[in-house]
């Protein structure tokens, strides 16, 4: 059974998640997806980049992931921000994406927001 208060991870692109971003909250559910370019054992962090922007993630939570660098990752999970601005999702969710195409992804990304926009809009009249 489904806990009451988790939501859904929201799909954000890694160059959304800056500070003055609306995106950008303590707390807020997100998915996101990027590359491996690390990942810490020891510490169960990886961090993803997407083009010059990286994200630390918080693995913990996972199993049956295996970390590979340089192959594509989706995470869900709560954004935790710290008090220099740093943020790292701790993830509930991982999986790997190798084949996802990133770019034709954001694209759709940017399309669907469009259209629930709309949607938003045309209900409100």
Same mark, same amino acid.
């Not at 810490?40 to 993630?57: E, F, N």
């Not at 954001?106 to 629930?116: A, D, G, K, M, P």
């Given at each position: 059974m489904a806990s009451a208060g988790l939501k859904p991870g929201v799909p954000v692109i890694l160059r959304?998640?800056?500070?003055? /971003?609306?995106?950008?909250?303590?707390?807020? /559910?997100?998915? #996101?997806? @990027? =590359?491996?370019?690390?990942?810490? #054992?020891?510490?169960? =962090?990886?961090?993803?980049?997407? @083009? /010059? #922007?990286?994200?630390?993630?918080?693995?913990?939570?996972?199993?049956? #992931?295996?970390?590979r660098t340089n192959s594509a990752y989706q995470f869900i999970g709560e954004l935790l921000i710290r008090a220099d601005n740093e943020a790292i999702l701790q993830a509930r969710i991982g999986r790997n994406v190798d084949?996802?195409?990133?770019?034709?992804?954001?694209?759709?990304?940017?399309?669907?927001?469009?259209?629930?926009?709309k949607l938003r809009s045309s209900r409100r009249t």
């Open positions: 959304e998640l800056e500070p003055s /971003s609306e995106m950008f909250k303590q707390g807020a /559910s997100l998915r #996101v997806t @990027g =590359t491996l370019q690390s990942y810490d #054992v020891d510490s169960a =962090t990886a961090v993803i980049q997407d @083009g /010059s #922007v990286s994200l630390k993630i918080d693995t913990q939570n996972l199993r049956d #992931v295996s970390f084949g996802l195409d990133l770019n034709l992804y954001q694209q759709s990304l940017l399309i669907r927001r469009q259209y629930e926009g």
